[in-house]
């Protein structure tokens, strides 16, 4: 009997997570990124953690056991101030093909660079922060973005908790390798190229380079250098690309049936559609109402996120919108900045200034979504599902959208050469009933899963917390060197053997035509 009930404190001693004493921070700018964490940092709240969350987004009405601390007012927000006009002007880059495209994909990481230096630098003098680094924890919850400063600080203040990445997208190019997961440039195309899982040789081969270059750049232009900055105020700190590797979990907001598959280790989960309710607000009335008077061919929805303004589209760019889709039977709603509180009607276009993306996406009227690629976007069309017109400007929007053009669901078009019949043309294949017949389909498989993302998302969190720190998620890959993951050594072995042997062959070959050239001559004598 003792024993028994030994066994069953053992099991709620194990199982008993709901005082768990949770940190989050999170130190990236852009807001799309926190739409993602908070409904998992919320819901851990509501089961009865203790959370402590600094951010530059604070929640609106956060529960008791929910502590903030706001970053806010330390850096500008990236919120709706990507301008389309700057990137019209970098457009040389993409006049040389392979080499420039190359450089753009390096090139915009630049600015994320200088904000992760500069947010760190804030961030080890920010007094509440600091504070809050002194409490005892038992999971730390990081974004894995741009920057790795977060990861000093918590070394820095000696904090001894299993350690937690969520994604707001698909991995970047150095998340992989330190949990041991496979990121082989063959067919796992990177977050910033605009390939899909298949590609040619000259593709793989930029893919390679990319792939390689990006991770030594992270680590010389972010990691090292925040290393120095954490160096001046805390003293020696641990290589960052080592601490690095002492993640025990990462969630991922993509999910296969939309981003492609990747090798995954079991400390490597997807969770996308994590940031997804099936709460429905209802619609702005005249909104509803330009739906309600729409006929039967429906209405397609136009929006470029909340970090790009469609209205910095160049005047002869918007016009190709305009005449492609006022032609159309259907009728149109576009979220455009510079619109009226009530809508800018034009024709079958109804321009708003900000629209309830996901709950129109699941209106029954509308049957198309045209977008930029961002992930929270296409993610939200999947659910819907609703077939996309794609038209990619930078970051992973290219690689999302390549794969969302793979499962079939979106067709991309190049935002740099965009024409009006193109356009069209693209207009009519995802309106067609075969293409929304098809992505109704992989929709049904995108929900299909064993729990709901944010159940998944609790679900391995807590796993970490019941079994601390350690590593029993990852393969061990992570601690190869380059050529022994790649098997360069191996392959020298081989290819060396194999040199060996078809020289002695050849020597034999020769050895024993000779003798016999001597032998038949020496017959003839
Ligand atoms: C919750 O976290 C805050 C901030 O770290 C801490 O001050 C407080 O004591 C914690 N509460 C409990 C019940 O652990
Ligand atoms: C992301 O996680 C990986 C694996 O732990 C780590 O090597 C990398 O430095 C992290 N990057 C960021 C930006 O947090
Ligand atoms: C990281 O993990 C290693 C090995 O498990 C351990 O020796 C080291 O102290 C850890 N570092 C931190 C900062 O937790
Ligand atoms: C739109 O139609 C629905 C269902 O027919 C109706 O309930 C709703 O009141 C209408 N809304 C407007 C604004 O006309």
Same mark, same amino acid.
């Given at each position: 009997?003792?024993?028994?009930?030994?066994?069953?404190?053992?099991?709620?001693?194990?199982?008993?997570?709901?005082?768990?004493?949770?940190?989050?921070?999170?130190?990236?700018?852009?807001?799309?990124?926190?739409?993602?964490?908070?409904?998992?940092?919320?819901?851990?709240?509501?089961?009865?953690?203790?959370?402590?969350?600094?951010?530059?987004?604070?929640?609106?009405?956060?529960?008791?056991?929910?502590?903030?601390?706001?970053?806010?007012?330390?850096?500008?927000?990236?919120?709706?101030?990507?301008?389309?006009?700057?990137?019209?002007?970098?457009?040389?880059?993409?006049?040389?093909?392979?080499?420039?495209?190359?450089?753009?994909?390096?090139?915009?990481?630049?600015?994320?660079?200088?904000?992760?230096?500069?947010?760190?630098?804030?961030?080890?003098?920010?007094?509440?922060?600091?504070?809050?680094?002194?409490?005892?924890?038992?999971?730390?919850?990081?974004?894995?973005?741009?920057?790795?400063?977060?990861?000093?600080?918590?070394?820095?203040?000696?904090?001894?908790?299993?350690?937690?990445?969520?994604?707001?997208?698909?991995?970047?190019?150095?998340?992989?390798?330190?949990?041991?997961?496979?990121?082989?440039?063959?067919?796992?195309?990177?977050?910033?190229?605009?390939?899909?899982?298949?590609?040619?040789?000259?593709?793989?081969?930029?893919?390679?380079?990319?792939?390689? !270059?990006? &991770?030594?750049?992270?680590?010389? @232009?972010?990691? %090292?250098?925040?290393?120095? *900055? /954490?160096?001046? =105020?805390?003293?020696?700190?641990?290589?960052?690309?080592?601490?690095?590797?002492?993640?025990?979990?990462?969630?991922?907001?993509?999910?296969?049936?939309?981003?492609?598959?990747?090798?995954?280790?079991?400390?490597?989960?997807?969770?996308?559609?994590?940031?997804?309710?099936?709460?429905?607000?209802?619609?702005?009335?005249?909104?509803?109402?330009?739906?309600?008077?729409?006929?039967?061919?429906?209405?397609?929805?136009?929006?470029?996120?909340?970090?790009?303004?469609?209205?910095?589209?160049?005047?002869?760019?918007?016009?190709?919108?305009?005449?492609?889709?006022?032609?159309?039977?259907?009728?149109? !709603?576009? &979220?455009?900045?510079?619109?009226? @509180?009530?809508? %800018?009607?034009?024709?079958? *276009? /109804?321009?708003? =200034?900000?629209?309830?993306?996901?709950?129109?996406?699941?209106?029954?009227?509308?049957?198309?979504?045209?977008?930029?690629?961002?992930?929270?976007?296409?993610?939200?069309?999947?659910?819907?599902?609703?077939?996309?017109?794609?038209?990619?400007?930078?970051?992973?929007?290219?690689?999302?959208?390549?794969?969302?053009?793979?499962?079939?669901?979106?067709?991309?078009?190049?935002?740099?050469?965009?024409?009006?019949?193109?356009?069209?043309?693209?207009?009519?294949?995802?309106?067609?009933?075969?293409?929304?017949?098809?992505?109704?389909?992989?929709?049904?498989?995108?929900?299909?899963?064993?729990?709901?993302?944010?159940?998944?998302?609790?679900?391995?969190?807590?796993?970490?917390?019941?079994?601390?720190?350690?590593?029993?998620?990852?393969?061990?890959?992570?601690?190869?060197?380059?050529?022994?993951?790649?098997?360069?050594?191996?392959?020298?072995?081989?290819?060396?053997?194999?040199?060996?042997?078809?020289?002695?062959?050849?020597?034999?070959?020769?050895?024993?035509?000779?003798?016999?050239?001597?032998?038949?001559?020496?017959?003839?004598?």
């Amino acid at each position: 009997m003792s024993r028994l009930i030994y066994f069953f404190t053992l099991i709620i001693h194990f199982y008993d997570v709901n005082t768990a004493n949770i940190l989050g921070l999170f130190t990236h700018t852009g807001k799309s990124h926190h739409m993602v964490f908070e409904p998992l940092l919320l819901k851990l709240a509501e089961r009865g953690h203790n959370l402590t969350v600094a951010s530059f987004f604070p929640a609106s009405n956060p529960p008791p056991n929910y502590n903030e601390i706001s970053f806010q007012g330390l850096h500008e927000l990236g919120l709706e101030s990507f301008d389309l006009n700057a990137y019209e002007n970098s457009k040389i880059f993409k006049r040389i093909p392979r080499i420039g495209s190359i450089a753009s994909q390096l090139l915009q990481f630049r600015p994320f660079a200088i904000a992760s230096l500069s947010i760190c630098e804030k961030l080890t003098n920010f007094k509440p922060l600091l504070e809050a680094l002194k409490g005892d924890y038992d999971v730390v919850l990081l974004e894995n973005f741009t920057s790795d400063c977060m990861l000093g600080l918590i070394y820095a203040y000696g904090i001894n908790a299993p350690i937690v990445y969520i994604m707001s997208g698909t991995p970047m190019p150095w998340s992989s390798e330190r949990i041991g997961a496979n990121d082989n440039p063959s067919y796992v195309p990177l977050i910033t190229a605009p390939f899909s899982s298949r590609m040619s040789l000259m593709d793989r081969l930029e893919n390679t380079l990319i792939n390689i !270059i990006l &991770k030594e750049w992270y680590y010389n @232009e972010i990691q %090292t250098k925040e290393r120095y *900055i /954490l160096e001046k =105020k805390f003293g020696k700190i641990q290589d960052l690309r080592e601490l690095g590797k002492n993640v025990s979990l990462m969630l991922t907001n993509s999910y296969h049936t939309l981003n492609g598959v990747k090798p995954l280790v079991p400390g490597m989960v997807e969770v996308g559609g994590l940031h997804l309710t099936s709460k429905r607000e209802p619609l702005p009335q005249f909104i509803e109402k330009f739906l309600n008077d729409s006929s039967d061919d429906g209405v397609i929805l136009f929006s470029f996120g909340s970090l790009v303004k469609t209205k910095s589209l160049p005047k002869y760019k918007e016009q190709i919108f305009i005449n492609a889709l006022s032609k159309l039977k259907q009728r149109v !709603i576009w &979220k455009f900045e510079d619109s009226d @509180e009530e809508g %800018t009607l034009a024709g079958n *276009i /109804l321009k708003v =200034k900000w629209l309830p993306q996901y709950d129109l996406l699941r209106h029954e009227k509308i049957i198309a979504f045209i977008c930029h690629g961002g992930l929270l976007g296409m993610t939200e069309a999947m659910a819907a599902g609703k077939p996309m017109i794609i038209v990619p400007i930078f970051g992973d929007q290219l690689s999302n959208a390549a794969a969302a053009a793979e499962a079939g669901v979106g067709i991309v078009l190049p935002y740099d050469d965009l024409k009006e019949d193109i356009l069209s043309n693209a207009l009519q294949t995802v309106i067609s009933d075969k293409m929304r017949t098809h992505t109704r389909l992989v929709s049904k498989i995108w929900h299909d899963r064993d729990m709901s993302p944010l159940d998944k998302a609790v679900f391995w969190t807590e796993h970490v917390i019941r079994w601390g720190m350690s590593t029993h998620l990852h393969s061990t890959a992570r601690n190869l060197t380059f050529y022994q993951l790649t098997l360069l050594d191996v392959a020298a072995i081989i290819i060396f053997t194999i040199s060996l042997l078809i020289i002695m062959i050849v020597y034999l070959i020769y050895k024993f035509l000779h003798i016999f050239k001597k032998s038949t001559k020496e017959k003839l004598l």
